[in-house]
């Protein structure tokens, strides 16, 4: 190139590309029909555009879409929350792909219903049928406020739990919904307790014993038309642990927790068995599996448990996403 030519880029011509194509965004453009029709649909092409192995794909869909979502309550008027979609249906192995955007346009044509799990169901059978789908999953994850009393002085605050309503549909056309629930509550160590009450009687030494917040994820499967809130899952751990974490306290409310804990010591082990007891009891739930995790003060690792009903063909006790258990 000599010092009289000039190259020509692409931002020098900003009205049309290399090839003489218009670079024009026309707001004024209509789309007829026919023009609808002509546009390629790059989801069902030709079993020969698959790349890599023809295979069969389990789940393929959409996760955190969010819109906002009323909810069933119990006591009263539905609450709207924020809520993170996750969609998905399985893929047969001789299709390109699915139309994502239709498990989105499924939740905007019931996005003025109340949310429950019954209504979860028939929205995973609609959007199977939509997608020509064998397997269908929907999960909607949101954070549900609840007004807890404090212990003694009066107070109220709003105590959040991370929820989610899942439904899954298979091959057979079974049906499945679940309720995963994220308890938080403080445990206080028995043998820690009898370590410190030890040096006090024996030493006269003051001592104090650990106790540490705590986090206990609950999963239910719910028998086929069977109602169960997220307020029965919250009342089974509350029976259960005892211990919950405070939102509004006074000096005698945090007493009246000392008080509490001391009550109410357990170890990991406890804390999973307890509310296997509460859950089992319940005949609405059909399977369930509890995962526990003792964020410990002592040491620098965390104590963990986890149970399952032991349903055959149920839930493992395989959970082991104990990161995801910190609070």
Do not use: W
Request: glycine share 4%; proline share 4%; aromatic share 10%.
């Amino acid at each position: 190139m000599n010092s009289t030519t000039k190259k020509t880029y692409l931002h020098d011509r900003p009205d049309e590309t290399a090839s003489g194509l218009e670079r024009n965004y026309d707001p004024a453009f209509v789309v007829t029909p026919a023009y609808r029709e002509s546009l390629p649909d790059m989801q069902n092409a030709d079993i020969s555009t698959v790349r890599g192995s023809h295979v069969g794909v389990q789940q393929v869909g959409i996760s955190n879409f969010r819109l906002p979502l009323k909810f069933s309550v119990p006591s009263g008027e539905p609450i709207t929350l924020e809520t993170s979609v996750t969609g998905t249906v399985s893929l047969e192995a001789n299709k390109k792909g699915i139309n994502m955007s239709r498990i989105m346009r499924t939740f905007y044509e019931y996005k003025d219903e109340e949310f429950s799990l019954s209504l979860l169901a028939d929205i995973l059978k609609f959007y199977k049928k939509a997608l020509d789908s064998f397997e269908a999953r929907i999960r909607l994850r949101f954070s549900y406020p609840m007004l807890q009393k404090s212990l003694r002085s009066g107070l109220e605050g709003y105590q959040y739990y991370d929820c989610s309503y899942e439904a899954r549909i298979d091959r057979e056309n079974r049906l499945r919904t679940f309720i995963h629930f994220d308890f938080v509550y403080s445990s206080a160590c028995p043998c820690s307790a009898e370590l410190a009450e030890h040096a006090r009687d024996v030493r006269n030494v003051f001592a104090i014993s650990h106790s540490q917040r705590s986090k206990a994820r609950v999963v239910a499967e719910i028998e086929p038309e069977a109602d169960l809130s997220i307020e029965d899952l919250h009342e089974h751990c509350l029976r259960a642990l005892h211990t919950e974490t405070q939102v509004m306290v006074k000096r005698e409310d945090e007493q009246a927790f000392a008080e509490m804990n001391g009550a109410s010591m357990k170890f990991v082990e406890d804390a999973a068995r307890m509310v296997f007891e509460q859950l089992d009891s319940d005949p609405r739930i059909r399977d369930f599996e509890v995962a526990c995790s003792h964020l410990e003060s002592l040491h620098s690792h965390d104590a963990i448990s986890v149970v399952a009903k032991g349903v055959p063909g149920g839930f493992q006790a395989n959970f082991d996403d104990f990161g995801s258990l910190v609070c």
